[in-house]
T-cell receptor, first 115, second 110 residues
Framework: ETGVTQSPTHLIKTRGQQVTLRCSSQ?????VSWYQQALGQGPQFIFQ???????GRGNFPPRFSGLQFPNYSSELNVNALELDDSALYLC??????????????FGPGTRLTVL | AQRVTQPEKLLSVFKGAPVELKCNYS??????LFWYVQYSRQRLQLLLR??SRESIKGFTADLNKGETSFHLKKPFAQEEDSAMYYC????????????FGKGTKLSVIP
């Protein structure tokens, strides 16, 4: 069984730039959720993708967008980067069709630094 | 709105002492509660969920709806329990998004 993978591991951008983060879900999982974890905070829900459509969104502005592909992998795109976007971005996968759909498996994260 | 509060940022206990990590939540419906753990240099992983009523690595947690709490307990702490612990809540419907607390760092002193 392959776990959740994320790329890249680290990324440095400047204010105003755009960034794309990638996530491959665990085998057998069809749902991907994205979280932002600022330093000293718990993860905060950004949005979730199921069947290639957004299936729930947290309190994040529209410049945070995403995609899910037919193989269930996903991308998180952030436009017009701000300093406060510096954080660890976590991807989590789960199986929407199982009785344990709440059980989310996390990737190692991508550390984004905005200068 | 749903909220999870972990009042302790850091908890230090001696090896062999009992551990209790506190978690309180606010949610108007019937939530599902979880504890996640992150060991040093490892990814966030599920420790236990209230529905399963399991004991994992000696840890247990009971959902107290009256007190809106889901405290994590272990009778005898081990050095390998040192980690960051996050309590999380899911509405149990819709996107099943998780709302996390800020976390408690547990340090077990040998």
């Amino acid at each position: 069984e392959t776990g959740v993978t994320q790329s890249p591991t680290h990324l440095i951008k400047t204010r105003g730039q755009q960034v794309t983060l990638r996530c491959s879900s665990q085998s057998g999982h069809n749902t991907v959720s994205w979280y932002q974890q600022a330093l000293g905070q718990g993860p905060q829900f950004i949005f979730q993708y199921y069947r290639e459509e957004e299936n729930g969104r947290g309190n994040f502005p529209p410049r945070f967008s995403g995609l899910q592909f037919p193989n269930y992998s996903s991308e998180l795109n952030v436009n017009a980067l701000e300093l406060d976007d510096s954080a660890l971005y976590l991807c989590a996968s789960s199986s929407h069709s199982s009785g344990r759909r709440n059980e989310q498996f996390f990737g190692p994260g991508t550390r984004l630094t905005v200068l | 709105a749903q909220r999870v509060t972990q009042p302790e940022k850091l908890l230090s206990v001696f090896k062999g002492a009992p551990v209790e990590l506190k978690c309180n939540y606010s949610y108007s419906g019937s939530p599902e509660l979880f504890w996640y753990v992150q060991y040093s240099r490892q990814r966030l992983q599920l420790l236990l969920r209230h529905i399963s009523r399991e004991s994992i690595k000696g840890f247990t947690a009971d959902l107290n709806k009256g007190e809106t709490s889901f405290h994590l307990k272990k009778p005898f702490a081990q050095e390998e329990d040192s980690a960051m612990y996050y309590c999380a809540l899911s509405s149990g419907a819709g996107s099943y998004q998780l709302t996390f607390g800020k976390g408690t760092k547990l340090s077990v002193i040998p």
